[in-house]
């Protein structure tokens, strides 16, 4: 029986970890991911949970702590934000590399400077070549649903990575709402119990973890990392598929939101694709053949299957939440437009640069960004390839 | 410890394994090798390890020196690390997932650059939250694995690669910090100085006693370092003893907030016994150069006053 609540995205999450129980938690308090340590703490405190929770001196060291954690043989996670996740990416590509499938909640926030709390996805988008899986939410339920799915695709054999979990800084986070939670037995059963083949605390078999290689064999450990990332697309497929027979609920690479027949597509991640799904809406009610791919798993990037998507439209927005000060546009921009050439796939594209730092995105935008793709096809406007929405001029 | 016998301890199978990469007479090695000698047969550990000599040296793909589980994570981070680690086994522990009869120590070892300068904060935290693991920092005085360049733990007017002697530079401007009171001011049940000295007896005791006392523990072993230092290799023995014996590095420990001097020299020996022996600080027995020497003797017998202050408190 499925419960409905109203919550967060961060209770959400803690409402997750406390229904998987892992077995080891360091973490260090930052805005606005703060709530998800100070939740699990008092499920432990209130004996709702048995999770080591570990209140760790910097995110460096919960990411370090983490590590050592699961080289052991123990199912660990922490949460973090912004400058905390920047802190820990030395550890985010060690954690890879030393194939540990351990989870993260990230709550997006912007990275300084200036500082602000406020959300983009700068966080998420700097530490995208770590070698972690990044999952991204549109709302809590998604923040909820792709938490349960997170160890199962990590421990995959196939797999042996770290997960990302992310959602949006305050705008999902914080933001109460609906959600439709899974009991306790099917969760734990879904994520079931942590075996490791090799650990540290093995007594019969003792390893080493954290080698120096030499030039000789570094270039294999790359590639074999590389190629279990390329595994992890399907092991995500199938997890999503069997979340389905437990919640309902499907889930893909992407989300393709009345795209079928689409001509002008907005590509978007996070919260900011149910505001676009609303112009959509808005827009096809005034007959515009518009549509929405929202983008769920950034790592590993699904090029081939978004070009794939993207192949009948005339032109693409790509909404990047994120300057990468390459010169050159957004990641998410490089990034489609890169697999798009590719793929063979030649659309127009335009990239947008929107809500850094928690500007609001409206449906007035969204609507104004169709708009502006239409006047580029239909009367030959010329539009700037690389642009920033709402800014003060 | 009454019954010590060198002869015995060192029939003890070894438990880093010789075939590694370290410098000929290397003290680090020397160091963990006694340390490791005081675990117990049959208990298990696991060894974390900053980044530095001992690490590159004992640890390379496809090879480890290590009998026991080991992890080498960053440079900056063994206390985290091996925190995580002791957490990991507490848990498996309580939820039935390792045999109960199985015993696991935690041992992690940090040159003084990984301990004293960038990992400091990493080790601060693992203290404070009491981890029941020993961090050892095998203190050779600078970041030898680069190539000698100076730390907090370089002793004043020591000539590394980063305050080279010259026209107008004396050596390194700072006196070292001392990192075993620091930590003793975390007030952790057991932290202790010691080098390679007296029959290993010292080391021995310290290092049973710090992985034996349940909680946090921290060692710090002046190990010498034959390049860095510039002495004659051989003579290591002879170099440990001059630092004791001029107290220049005095053996103490601090168990459970008591200060506790481990040896008093009969005879306190002018630190110039200890720095002659040493390319490092061969410019300070130039002429002119004698208020510098005078001044390296005031330091040391300040600190050694400050000791035995709080050893007689």
Not at chain 1, 200 to 227: D, R, T
Not at chain 1, 329 to 352: C, D, H, Q, W
Not at chain 2, 181 to 205: C, G, K, M
């Amino acid at each position: 029986m499925a419960i409905k609540e109203r919550m967060s995205g961060n209770e959400a999450v803690s409402y997750a970890i406390r229904q998987i129980n892992p077995d080891v938690m360091p973490a260090f308090p930052i805005t606005p991911s703060t709530e998800i340590p100070q939740l699990v703490s008092t499920y432990i405190a209130n004996g709702e949970m048995d999770t080591e929770f570990i209140p760790v001196e910097s995110e460096h060291s919960s990411m370090s702590a983490a590590i050592g954690a699961e080289s052991a043989g123990a199912r660990s996670l922490t949460a973090t934000s912004s400058a905390g996740l920047a802190l820990m990416w030395e550890e985010l590509l060690l954690a890879a590399s030393n194939r540990l499938p351990l989870v993260l909640a990230l709550v997006n926030r912007t990275l300084s400077g200036p500082i602000n709390i406020n959300c983009d996805h700068s966080d998420g988008m700097g530490a995208r070549d770590t070698g972690w899986i990044q999952i991204y939410a549109e709302n809590n339920q998604e923040a909820y649903d792709n938490f349960i799915q997170a160890y199962p695709i990590a421990e995959d054999d196939r797999v042996h990575l770290p997960v990302m979990i992310c959602q949006d800084g305050f705008i999902t986070s914080h933001a109460v709402e609906n959600i439709m939670l899974l009991e306790d037995a099917p969760v734990k059963e879904f994520v079931g119990e942590y075996e490791p083949e090799e650990y540290l605390l093995n007594p019969g078999k003792p390893i080493a973890v954290g080698p120096y290689a030499v030039s000789n064999y570094v270039m294999e450990a790359k590639k074999n990392q590389e190629i279990a990332l390329e595994n992890s697309k399907e092991v995500i497929l199938e997890v999503a598929k069997k979340f389905y027979k437990i919640s309902g609920r499907e889930y893909g690479l992407f989300e393709e939101y009345r795209t079928e027949d689409a001509d002008y597509i907005m590509l978007i991640m996070g919260s900011a694709a149910g505001t676009a799904k609303q112009a959509v809406d808005d827009l096809r009610e005034r007959g515009k053949k518009v549509g929405v791919l929202k983008l769920r798993v950034f790592r590993p990037f699904p090029a081939k299957e978004i070009a794939m998507a993207l192949r009948n439209c005339k032109a693409v927005a790509i909404m990047d939440r994120c300057e990468s000060y390459n010169g050159n546009g957004g990641p998410l921009g490089s990034e489609v437009n890169a697999g798009l050439f590719r793929n063979k796939t030649m659309i127009e594209t335009v990239n947008y640069i929107y809500g850094l730092a928690g500007r609001d995105f409206t449906v007035g935008d969204a609507c104004s960004i169709f708009a502006e793709l239409e006047d580029m096809i239909v009367n030959g406007k010329e539009i700037e390839q690389y642009q920033y929405v709402r800014l003060r001029k | 410890m009454s019954d010590y016998s060198l002869k015995t301890i060192m029939n003890k199978p070894e438990r880093l394994a010789p075939g590694h990469r370290m410098c000929a007479g290397c003290g680090a090695t020397i160091g963990v090798r006694a340390v490791l000698r005081a675990l117990h047969e049959g208990d298990h550990a696991v060894i974390g390890n900053a980044t530095g000599c001992l690490e590159v040296s004992s640890f390379m793909y496809p090879y480890t020196a290590w009998e026991d589980s080991y992890i080498h994570n960053a440079f900056e981070n063994a206390g985290a690390t091996l925190s995580g680690v002791e957490t990991a086994y507490r848990v498996l522990k309580k939820r039935g997932k390792l045999p109960e009869d199985t015993t696991f120590k935690f041992i992690t070892f940090g040159g003084d650059g990984g301990t004293y300068d960038i990992g400091f904060q990493s080790l601060s935290g693992a203290m404070e939250r009491g981890h029941d693991m020993v961090y050892v920092c095998y203190d050779n005085g600078a970041y030898m694995n680069t190539g000698i360049q100076r730390s907090s733990a370089t002793p004043m007017y020591a000539d590394t690669t980063t305050t080279p002697v010259g026209k107008k530079s004396n050596g390194k401007m700072q006196n070292r910090k001392d990192l075993a009171s620091i930590i003793a001011d975390h007030n952790v049940p057991y932290v202790a100085q010691t080098t390679l000295t007296q029959n290993f007896e010292d080391i021995h005791r310290k290092s049973e006693k710090a992985i034996y006392t349940e909680g946090a523990s921290f060692l710090n072993i002046m190990t010498p370092c034959p390049r860095g230092w510039r002495y004659d290799t051989p003579d290591i023995m002879k170099i440990c003893k001059l630092a004791v014996d001029t107290c220049y590095w005095p053996l103490f420990e601090v168990d459970h907030g008591k200060w506790i001097l481990s040896y008093e020299p009969k005879k306190k020996l002018p630190i110039e016994d200890f720095l002659k022996e040493q390319g490092r600080f061969k410019h300070l027995f130039k002429k002119g150069n004698e208020d510098l020497l005078e001044q390296f003797q005031a330091e040391v017998d300040r600190r050694w006053e400050d000791l035995l202050y709080k050893c007689a408190r």
